[in-house]
Structures are given as structure tokens and as C-alpha cells.
């Protein structure tokens, strides 16, 4: 019997470009936004140019998160997506920045929380806000 070692940041790094190579063309409904099918993946542009890729979850599925940035989608029957509201959370508790990602996703009707869990400082959270902000048009 042997072990292997296994580098996970390059695991994520190398599934990450994957599912960026398998992503479809710009939605109609976000034209900032690449989606790849059947992934619970969305890659957001920022004015920057930089792409952020987000998890995707249901605002009932969303899972406790440390530090991270966020964008609250209403996503429509027919699979259109309206941005509602980019943030982020920075709090030591993941219950905590669940429960006021919760609260705002409920008090503006989104039922999609896409997180972005890759900013690996607060500085860097700030700047990729910022980003989307200016490149992402909030119903």
C-alpha cells in the first residue's frame, strides 16, 4: 500500500480552470457573468477584467462562511439572473455572516447567494468589491 500527497491548492487551482474552460458564453440576463452548465460555479467580471469565480448556493443551502465576498441574485424561472446586491463579510463567526447574508438576501428577494471564498486577504475582499461594484449592474 502507498500514500500519495496531495497539494490541494493545486487541486483547486487546476478544477477552477476546468470549469473556467467549460464555461459558456456571457449571460444574456448579467452580461458580466460566464456560467458553466450543470457546475454550482459563476464566474463574475470585475471593470478590471478580472474574472472571480463563485460558488453558488441556495439562500436556504448557503453553508456558514468566514471572510468572504458575496453577490445576492434573484434568479427568475427561466433561468435569467438580476444582480440585487454585492458585499462582504469579515466576521469571526461563519454562523454570524451566514445569518446577515441571510437577512439582506431576504429583505431584497434573492434566492441565490454566489460566494467568492478566494480573496485570501481583507484587502484583497475590499478590492474585488469594489471591482464588481463598478462592473456590475445592481437592480
Known amino acids: 500500500m502507498s500514500a500519495q ?14 470549469l473556467a474552460a467549460q464555461a459558456s458564453p456571457m449571460c ?23 474574472r472571480y469565480v463563485h460558488s453558488i448556493y441556495n ?22 439572473r438580476t444582480v440585487l446586491s454585492i458585499g ?11 445569518a446577515n447574508i441571510r437577512q439582506r438576501a431576504a429583505e431584497m428577494g434573492a434566492n441565490e447567494v454566489h460566494v467568492h471564498l478566494l480573496a485570501g486577504s481583507t484587502g484583497a475582499s475590499l478590492e474585488i468589491e ?8 445592481i437592480a
Open 28 to 50: 444574456e440576463s448579467a452580461p458580466h457573468a460566464e456560467e458553466a452548465p450543470a457546475a454550482p460555479f459563476q464566474f463574475w467580471t470585475g471593470s478590471s477584467g478580472n
Open 130 to 137: 469594489s471591482d464588481l461594484r463598478k462592473s456590475l449592474v
Open 5 to 18: 500527497i496531495v497539494d490541494l491548492a493545486e487541486f483547486r487551482t487546476q478544477r477552477l480552470s476546468a
Open 88 to 98: 462582504r463579510v469579515n466576521h469571526t463567526s461563519g454562523n454570524v455572516n451566514l
Open 59 to 80: 439562500l436556504f443551502e448557503c453553508p456558514p462562511v468566514d471572510e468572504a465576498n458575496y453577490i445576492l441574485v434573484k434568479r427568475h424561472r427561466d433561468g435569467q
